[in-house]
């Protein structure tokens, strides 16, 4: 179904040596532009930091995506175990704002051999894992990603070897999430709320050019800055005369925005499940993805008034239910998105009040 | 005219410790998250793109913001734009879905090469302007100390009604 181009781009190997010098280049223009001289930096950085371990900067100026309010954002990666939270310090150098975060050595290891745990399991395992991040580790996982892609004053990327495994995970996470929202916006649609569902898709498109930015190599996790790096792959591909059919589905639901926030569109739901189905398929490894939805057991339901209950939850989650539950919806595949009736759209409302289950398996998969 | 603050005009009662706590986040996500993407949203000229994306992670800030100071649990993080466009605030601004969409230029190309930023900041400036208090500015040196004023301070108020002023962690360490 997905041409051989796109194949190419999602699964040849990342190019680690080339990437580097790229990055390089872009924090010395990005230095330059802002009139600061690497060694001094580095010397002024290093009489906060001490002189051992390893100071990279990271985000949009590696990236070459820096304007003139981006901060610098420095990790510094020690050798000393370090106790507690981790919560950025800022420093100002004159103008220039600066954040500095510090981790040990040990813990980066730890986190790059997670990475590779999961790079290694199912589509289900790989979400799992990095939902759960945050909670049970330092470095968490965007300043991971920050350490992989982090460059040093000197221009050099040390742990840009890793950026294909976190490529991997990066990409399969944004997935599921693209995934998780294209549900949000049927569901949406099917109650309705024809403003709603913009927000949903938007958020789902978003996600789904993630998905291929990160399963290329362009792995960054800043929400802000997934449209920018969208745009600037597209027009890097129609500049060389490169057609991709997803891309252009990707583009197409791009165009399709504005209309649908005007509320001048049909369903969106058809075309938002070929593109994810596409992309699903050109990434490999995700296999069939079905969705399931499914009320929360732990949740209570207490009569009201004839015709009405209140569904509680942690005693937090109050949602009064009329007409009983909905049925339930799955397992089924994503294509049955577009057959929700309005009964169905009450699922929208128990999952916003905490009190039903959104599950995305995807069987027959596989690591690749 | 969108009225600002229609929460605080209005003055209902509310319990004390949720007072405290909601408060005490929304402070923060304005004067941390809202300032942040403001800031995207004034040095972003170049990247339209950016600054379009900018945009609606501050429409998401806001509706946070807008339903902790109704009293009620923010709603999680994927349903924060969608229920913004659909429903609009009423506690932070009173603004309707199709208010929202004119004030924050959302009728233009998505992913085009230009992006209406006027509307979006004149709202966010207003909305500091009115806040109670002024909040401290993190992003220039001397807002550091005045952010470290206003946490003691935030210590003292929460311990005041039973609360540990650490229910901020979460949410400095997302900043």
Redesign the interface.
């Known amino acids: 179904m997905m041409p051989s181009l796109a194949r190419e781009w999602l699964q040849s190997e990342i190019r680690a040596s080339d990437l580097a010098a790229t990055r390089a280049g872009n924090v010395e223009t990005f230095l330059a532009s802002r009139g600061i001289e690497p060694e001094r930096l580095e010397r002024d950085m290093r009489r906060r930091l001490g002189r051992a371990g390893t100071l990279l900067l990271t985000s949009s100026p590696v990236h070459g995506?820096a304007?003139?309010?981006?901060d610098l954002d420095f990790i510094h990666v020690q050798d000393d175990a370090i106790e507690g939270?981790?919560?950025?310090t800022?420093v100002?150098d004159g103008t220039h704002?600066l954040e500095v975060v510090s981790f040990s050595g040990e813990e980066v290891e730890s986190a790059f051999a997670h990475l590779r745990r999961l790079a290694q399991g199912s589509p289900e395992s790989i979400v799992a894992g990095v939902t759960s991040w945050d909670a049970l580790r330092e470095p968490?996982r965007k300043q991971t990603e920050r350490i992989v892609n982090g460059v040093t004053l000197s221009g050099s990327a040390p742990y840009l070897e890793h950026l294909g495994t976190l490529s991997r995970v990066w990409a399969c996470a944004s997935l599921h999430?693209a995934i998780?929202?294209i549900v949000?916006m049927a569901l949406?649609e099917a109650a309705g709320?024809?403003?709603?569902?913009?927000?949903?898709a938007?958020?789902g498109l978003?996600y789904l050019m993630d998905a291929v930015l990160s399963r290329t190599g362009d792995v960054y996790t800043t929400?802000?800055?997934?449209?920018?790096r969208?745009?600037r792959f597209a027009r890097t591909l129609q500049q060389n005369g490169e057609r991709d059919p997803m891309v252009e589905g990707i583009e197409s639901l791009?165009?399709g925005?504005?209309c649908a926030?005007?509320g001048s569109r049909g369903s969106l739901v058809l075309e938002y499940v070929t593109v994810a189905s596409a992309v699903a398929a050109a990434m490999g490894g995700i296999g069939r993805t079905q969705i399931e939805l499914t009320l929360d057991a732990d949740a209570r339901i207490l009569p009201f008034l004839p015709h009405a209950s209140l569904r509680l939850r942690d005693a937090?989650?109050a949602l009064v239910e009329t007409g009983g539950s909905p049925q339930p919806i799955g397992p089924m595949d994503l294509s049955g998105l577009a057959g929700l009736g309005h009964d169905q759209s009450a699922w929208l409302r128990l999952?916003?009040a905490?009190t039903a289950r959104l599950l995305i398996s995807h069987s027959g998969a596989g690591a690749e | 005219m969108i009225r600002l603050f229609p929460e605080i005009q209005a003055g209902l009662p509310r319990d004390e410790k949720s007072s405290v706590e909601q408060w005490v986040i929304v402070a923060w996500l304005m004067a941390a998250e809202g300032r942040a993407?403001a800031?995207?949203l004034?040095?972003?000229?170049?990247?339209p793109?950016?600054q379009?994306?900018?945009k609606?992670?501050l429409l998401e800030v806001l509706s946070d913001v807008d339903t902790r100071l109704s009293g009620r649990?923010a709603?999680?993080d994927?349903?924060c734009?969608?229920?913004?466009?659909?429903?609009g605030l009423h506690h932070l601004i009173d603004a309707s879905?199709?208010e929202l969409?004119d004030v924050f230029g959302?009728?233009?190309?998505?992913?085009g090469e230009s992006c209406e930023v006027a509307g979006v900041l004149s709202l966010w400036e207003s909305l500091v302007r009115a806040f109670p208090g002024v909040l401290p500015d993190?992003?220039?040196?001397q807002g550091?100390r005045d952010m470290l004023r206003t946490f003691r301070t935030w210590a003292d108020l929460c311990r005041s009604v039973g609360l540990d002023v650490g229910l901020l962690?979460r949410y400095?360490?997302d900043?």
Do not use: C
């Not at chain 1, 709320?193 to 949903?200: I, K, P, Q, T, W």
């Not at chain 2, 004034?42 to 990247?47: E, F, K, L």
């Not at chain 2, 734009?81 to 429903?87: D, H, K, V």
């Open positions: 995506l304007n003139e309010t981006s939270e981790r919560i950025s800022k100002f704002h968490r999430t998780e929202q949000y949406a709320e024809l403003r709603g569902r913009v927000g949903y938007v958020n978003l929400r802000k800055w997934y449209l920018l969208w745009n791009r165009d925005v504005t926030l005007r937090a989650g999952l916003r905490d | 993407y800031e995207d004034r040095g972003g000229g170049a990247q793109q950016m379009q994306a900018a609606l992670r649990r709603p999680a994927p349903h734009l969608a229920l913004a466009l659909e429903y879905g199709t969409i959302l009728g233009e190309e998505f992913g993190r992003l220039v040196a550091q962690g400095l360490k900043a």
